[in-house]
């Protein structure tokens, strides 16, 4: 895979030596030339020296044959704002880092579904933690192109889970509600406003996010993205 960040801190740096330790190809975009040139000689990856959140910047890094653009600068509106110039050039999938939650629901009514929080993360990771939940265990669960999908259901998504018409290779396999986990088989129905679980293959996530995102955005309901995805 080929894999793009806009902004050199810590949390690219980190994320950069995991995935190029994995045989991924990374490419990070800063505008800091002294940040570049310290870095240079630690990570064995390509370099951009520009606005991460210009066109023409971003048109260099090849949207098209990039899978993956992480907007991670220091700078909500930044990230928002590269995120949206990303999107517009064609990068497959964004991923847009924001510290003020109260960008949360404006990156969601955006169209921007992979927003990541740091501090809401790390809060939540801790309190499993404390609970005995290790999150970290789905790294040995989600192998080859598995992936999870989540989404709140709607009015019409009310019924049985066998309805829902859903694309080959994915299948509902649990629920909340009201708090509660559900298990789901052929027999279960879903009700309005359950959030559910749906474990497929990654080809159907475009199709999937289509169906579901939109409608997400729009009520306001974030939907959590998921490491592995």
């Known amino acids: 895979m080929r894999v793009a960040f806009v902004g050199a801190g810590e949390i690219t740096v980190k994320t950069a030596e995991i995935l190029i330790d994995r045989g991924h190809k990374v490419v990070i975009i800063e505008r800091d030339k002294s940040r570049i040139d310290e870095l240079s000689d630690s990570l064995d990856c390509s370099f951009l020296h520009g606005d991460g959140s210009s066109p023409a910047v971003l048109k260099e890094v090849d949207p098209e044959g990039t ?7 220091d700078k909500d509106q930044d990230n928002i704002i590269a995120s949206l110039v990303g999107r517009s050039l064609g990068f497959l999938r964004l991923v847009t880092r924001v510290v003020n939650p109260e960008y949360e629901s404006i990156c969601l009514e955006l169209g921007l579904t992979d927003t990541i929080v740091p501090s809401r993360t790390t809060s939540r990771f801790l309190a499993d933690m404390v609970e005995g939940v290790d999150i970290l265990e789905l790294s040995t669960v989600l192998r080859g192109e598995a992936r999870f999908f989540t989404f709140s259901a709607r009015e019409e998504d009310a019924g049985p889970v066998s309805e829902l018409d859903l694309p080959r290779h994915a299948r ?13 088989d052929g027999d279960s129905r879903l009700a309005e406003g359950d959030d559910v679980v749906i474990l497929t293959h990654s080809e159907n996530l ?6 579901w995102e939109p409608a997400q955005a729009k009520d306001g309901h974030a939907k959590e993205a998921d490491p592995q995805t």
């Open 206 to 211: 475009a199709a999937l996010r289509e169906r």
């Open 67 to 73: 899978d993956v653009l992480f907007c991670l600068t």
């Open 172 to 184: 509902v396999i649990c629920l909340y509600r009201d708090g509660e986990f559900l298990l789901t």
